[in-house]
């Protein structure tokens, strides 16, 4: 299987909507590592790497579920020194 999918086959196999992988090339994905311009031009077709689009997801939920955990975890540092 070739490392660059066309948007179609990345839709359905990590799926996220057209919408979405636009938008995270524009500000989340790194350029050459998650897409690439096909012929090597601005105006050319996008390729998407499947693999790491799902190795980003892999991670943004870690991160997320990290950060929830945090949020969650109770401290009883302000009420011992009020006590």
Do not use: C
């Amino acid at each position: 299987m070739p490392i660059w999918s066309n948007i179609d086959d990345t839709m359905e196999q990590v799926m996220l909507s057209r919408a979405s992988l636009h938008s995270l090339k524009k500000k989340g994905f790194t350029p050459g590592v998650h897409w690439v311009y096909l012929s090597g031009g601005k105006n050319g077709s996008v390729g998407w790497n499947v693999d790491a689009i799902k190795q980003w997801q892999i991670e943004r939920t870690q991160e997320i579920a990290v950060d929830s955990l945090t949020k969650d975890i109770e401290t009883y540092t302000e009420d011992q020194n009020n006590a």
